[in-house]
């Protein structure tokens, strides 16, 4: 098993992969949190506006939305920062220091319980449409849900996509922000 932790660190350009607050995330009231990843997500494959969520202990992030089960239903936060970025990977020589070993990207994830409406450039291809719900999948990146079976439902889409102002053929989907458990194929069962 390879420890990324020991990884020297590479940013992303900063217009690659995104995740832009539109409403909600300059209240006093807005909902973020920090903390780090597992140890065995390579943290060059972790990018702003993908999905994650916190292990039963609280302190380590996994990509995707979890399974819900009858007792547990993990909040789900998307990523502000690149998991190689400087202010949340030190790279070697720099005036952060290279990471010793065992550490991993201190991550900022905006919670799905706000009220945020916000831009992601990590999706899964395919059509949106104002109203789709949205899941994370096991590659952080959000997708609408199969049409069957329990789901952690963490955002719905309300503008479709957008042109990407900066990568042309790129896109942003255009979210809000939620959190409720899908048991079935209806909301309500």
């Known amino acids: 098993m390879t420890n990324y932790a020991t990884t020297p660190s590479t940013p992303a350009q900063p217009f690659t992969h995104e995740l ?7 209240s006093l009231y807005a909902i973020s949190k920090t903390f780090n990843l597992t140890n065995t997500i390579d943290p060059s494959t972790v990018k702003a506006g993908m999905v994650v ?4 202990n609280s302190t380590l992030a996994v990509l995707g939305t979890a399974t819900p089960t009858a007792t547990k239903a993990p909040i789900s936060y998307f990523l502000f920062n690149n998991g190689q970025d400087f202010d949340t990977l030190g790279d070697w020589g720099n005036v952060i220091g290279a990471q010793a070993a065992g550490q991993t990207p201190t991550l900022l994830g905006f919670s799905s319980l706000a009220g ?17 719900l949205l899941t994370g999948g096991s590659d952080g990146k959000v997708v609408i849900p199969s049409a069957t079976g329990a789901a952690i439902i963490c955002g719905i889409v309300t503008d479709g996509l957008t042109e990407n102002e900066y990568l042309g053929a790129s896109k942003f989907l255009t979210f809000q922000a939620c959190h409720f458990v899908r048991s079935t194929s209806t909301l309500w069962s």
């Open 20 to 26: 832009n607050p539109l409403k909600g995330f300059q």
């Open 53 to 56: 969520y916190l292990t039963n």
């Open 116 to 132: 945020y409406e916000l831009q992601t450039t990590e999706f899964t291809a395919g059509s949106y449409a104002t109203g789709d």
